[in-house]
């Protein structure tokens, strides 16, 4: 991936803008458009604001992500993975919090993008993506069963297992109609494609669905009745008005929606890539999608992100540069202004079957199962990221599943490491295509000379076994040696534990010979001084002359005796 901070735009111009590719770029904008705008207005509901305000983060935030952006091809705004964590965050600051908070994530992502520290993200462990994505698809089918049954729920609690209690005790105030509705929605999404690839199923399904209960005048919750008169246009732009004392509350949940929109934004970025055999600008796409957030911030709107299926839908109807993501933002502001007014004729089920199929789509449910399949471990990081998402936040869920997956890497890491004496070493089976062995083989060693090998890192998590390994030894030797070929790393700890190792061989009469440390593991030694401390006349290259020393150490015994 390309670290410029140059944006892609840019490139395109740079390279020539013909009428064809404009024209190419304008279909598939007004197409994504299209496909945006019911998507917009149920992810603005389902995150607990105004409909209104998810259209104005598709806009700004769409417009500005392609502008800036740093791939060809992303298309930003709102998205499902944001509904879960939003709602949580309206429940707890109200709107300008949430936009202090948006405000705030914006900035963290152009700082990480400038100071080319995207990479950071991408080491999110796959198990743990695939646990909290799964999870919040879950919480948003939940979330979306009151408006889709039309429940008369005074209030809908928040935590999992008492929402779905509530659901059931007032299952008597189901509406059928908007029950009906709702399940004639889904199916239109699920089967429209069939006839259709062009036109957006939800699109379909909204209409299908306000046309009936409008035309037959149906008892069901609409937009309008549950939020009232829709604004068909941009509100002017402002500063979140909030008390600043909050922004201690604001700066771990600003941190959480700036990682989830760096995550999901880069994702996208590399599926597009996948697509198209391009490669995108990663910090450059982390300081758009900043800039976005910001921006979106001030114009009334929610975080906003690198949206996967629309970035599919731009490039499967020929889009191949921002500027159909500008024009795809410029498509939905169309809309709003001139059709915003009907939007609140639209059933608030309808919007409930757009939001449980989103649900569906993301809940990823094949790599989840294929996931069980994965060694234990990774197993242990999915359920636990999983379950925590249901019945916890994200916040922890996302915290839990990064320190857990690290942790259990350190032990997979610390079980890699092998040390043991070179007499143990050569009995196990070996591999004839292996260098060091044919080496070994034909060494014949001193009954006073013991040899150990460390294989793998020797860090903090490896160093215990080293030292239980040294306990084996049933003697002292005149000569002990170090062969530390095949150590790529070593950390403090591992510093530490050669430190005592070399005062105890020498508390024994033991001379400590240190053979074969690569490049990376001397440099480390002799910046902490070990190589001084040791001597670096017992620092050797091979084993071969770490042996040869060891032999004239032992031949003055051998001649007194």
């Known amino acids: 991936m390309e670290q410029s901070l140059k944006p892609k735009l840019l490139s ?52 500005l992500t392609s502008l800036f952006g740093g791939s060809r091809v992303q298309i930003g705004g709102p998205t499902g993975a944001f509904v879960v964590l939003l709602a949580s965050i309206m429940a707890q600051f109200g709107y300008d919090g949430l936009a202090a908070i948006t405000l705030m994530a914006g900035i963290i992502l152009v700082l990480i993008g400038v100071s080319r520290l995207g990479f950071i993200i991408k080491f999110i462990p796959y198990p743990v993506i695939v646990g909290f994505t799964s999870g919040i698809a879950v919480i948003i089918f939940s979330s979306q069963i009151a408006d889709l049954f039309d429940l008369q729920i005074p ?45 957006p199923g939800s699109l379909i399904a909204l209409m299908v669905t306000t046309v009936l209960a ?19 246009a941009l509100t002017l732009p402002h500063l979140p008005t909030v008390d600043w004392a909050q922004l201690p509350h604001f700066i771990q949940p600003a941190i959480t929606v700036a990682l989830l929109a760096g995550i999901e934004s880069l994702l996208s970025a590399i599926v597009a890539d996948g697509m198209l055999g391009t490669r995108h600008r990663s910090n450059m796409e982390l300081v758009a999608h900043g800039i976005a957030n910001i921006g979106s911030s001030l114009f009334g709107g929610i975080p906003s992100t690198g949206a996967i299926a629309r970035t599919a839908t731009n ?75 249901i019945f916890t936040d994200i916040t922890k869920a996302l915290e839990v599943g990064v320190v857990l997956s690290a942790l259990l890497f350190v032990q997979r890491m610390a079980e890699a490491t092998k040390i043991a004496s070179l007499k143990e070493s050569m009995q196990e089976e070996d591999d004839p295509n292996d260098p060091l062995r044919n080496e070994l083989r034909h060494l014949q060693l001193h009954p006073d000379i013991e040899v150990f090998e460390v294989q793998g890192p020797f860090f903090f998590a490896a160093t215990e076994k080293f030292k239980l390994t040294l306990k084996r030894i049933d003697r002292h030797p005149k000569v002990l040696i170090l062969h530390m070929y095949r150590v790529p790393a070593i950390d403090a700890s591992g510093l530490q534990v050669l430190e005592d190792m070399l005062h105890k061989t020498r508390a024994e009469k033991t001379e400590l010979l240190i053979s074969g440390a690569t490049a990376e593991t001397s440099r480390v030694l002799k910046n902490a001084g070990f190589v001084h401390e040791i001597g670096a006349q017992n620092m050797f290259k091979t084993l071969e002359e770490a042996l040869d020393k060891a032999n004239k150490l032992i031949e003055p015994n051998k001649q007194t005796a």
């Open 12 to 63: 395109v111009l740079q390279e020539g803008y013909s009428k064809q590719k404009f024209f190419n770029d304008l279909a598939a904008g007004l197409i994504v458009g299209i496909v945006s705008f019911p998507m917009a207005i149920a992810f603005g509901i389902g995150s607990g604001v105004r409909p209104e305000q998810g259209l104005y983060t598709a806009i700004i935030a769409g417009f």
């Open 214 to 232: 409008w035309f037959f005048k149906l008892p069901v919750s609409t937009i309008g009745s549950r939020f009232g008169e829709i604004p068909n």
């Open 315 to 389: 490039i499967k109807n020929g889009g191949r540069t921002p500027v159909a993501g500008m024009i795809s933002a410029a498509t939905i502001l169309i809309i709003m202004v001139f059709v915003g007014k009907l939007i609140a004729l639209v059933p608030m089920s309808a919007l409930s079957a757009v939001l449980i199929v989103v649900a569906y789509n993301m809940s990823e449910w094949r790599h989840f199962v294929t996931l069980f399949r994965s060694p234990k471990s990774d197993l242990l990081v999915l359920l636990i990221t999983f379950l925590l998402t």
């Open 155 to 199: 209030a809908v609690p928040a935590e999992f297992i008492a929402k779905w209690s509530s659901y059931a005790q007032y299952a008597h105030t189901l509406n059928w109609y908007a029950g009906g509705l709702g399940i004639l929605a889904i199916a239109i999404i699920v089967l429209w494609p069939r006839i259709s690839q062009k036109i």
